[in-house]
């Protein structure tokens, strides 16, 4: 972790600021869960999320990148192929603000100021990523998941996604990201307040995991940028 750590903060801030483009959109999509209740599907949204996102052109292979993201969060172990978990029957349903800061790699130059055709290619995204959730906890005399509270946790972003210039103004790109908590109370498996201490379920060993699935469209404007310092 601390490896990762000192590898974004380089790719964030070893470059020199030249003359950029800058990009600013709507992102829309879906949200799963992959944690102790529910499915174990990696991609299989089943609630909404929007959001903005914003990023600023550094080089054609490089972008600074952030996200501001609304999300709904459920999952039921009715849905589940596990049958252990459908006979559990758990289910929660809850809401997080996510933000998130980091840089996107292009695999291909993106270049949006050349006269030739128009860049499209897959791209990779990474960084830092808060995110303000419902929390929940077991309640062993009900037998259900309730909501406890709200909290700020942290998570790592692995995004794959693939862009295309539609216009002289507007890049549309499709994405899959997951995102690695370091939380555990997600879906109330290992819940953080005090009054639930003593009560947890499934593998308490390995954190929560959510992923977002979506389309994004940004408008590019602001002068022609100087690759120069790349």
């Given amino acids: 972790m601390r490896y990762f750590t000192v590898l974004i903060l380089a790719m964030l801030f070893g470059v020199e600021a030249n003359s950029q483009t800058y990009e600013i959109g709507l992102y829309a999509g879906g949200s799963n869960f992959i944690g102790d209740v529910g499915k174990s599907n990696y991609i299989d949204p089943n609630a909404l999320v929007l959001g903005g996102i914003a990023k600023w052109n550094r080089s054609p292979r490089h972008a600074f990148r952030a996200t501001l993201l609304y999300a709904n969060l459920q999952a039921s172990d009715l849905e589940s192929d596990d049958l252990r978990r459908q006979n559990r029957g758990y289910q929660f349903s809850g809401s997080l603000i996510e933000g998130s800061l980091g ?128």
């Fill in 103 to 230: 840089i996107e790699y292009t695999f291909w130059d993106f270049d949006m100021h050349t006269s030739f055709n128009r860049p499209a290619s897959p791209y990779l995204y990474t960084g830092f990523t808060g995110f303000y959730h419902d929390s929940f906890a077991l309640d062993a005399v009900e037998n259900e998941l309730v909501k406890t509270d709200r909290e700020l946790d942290l998570a790592i972003p692995m995004v794959l996604g693939f862009k295309a210039q539609v216009s002289s103004s507007f890049v549309l790109a499709v994405e899959v990201g997951a995102r690695y908590t370091f939380a555990d109370n997600l879906d109330g498996s290992f819940p953080g307040d005090e009054a639930y201490d003593n009560v947890s379920f499934g593998n308490i060993n390995n954190k929560d995991w959510y992923m977002f699935s979506g389309m994004t469209i940004t408008y590019t404007f602001g002068r022609q940028p100087c690759y120069c310092g790349f």
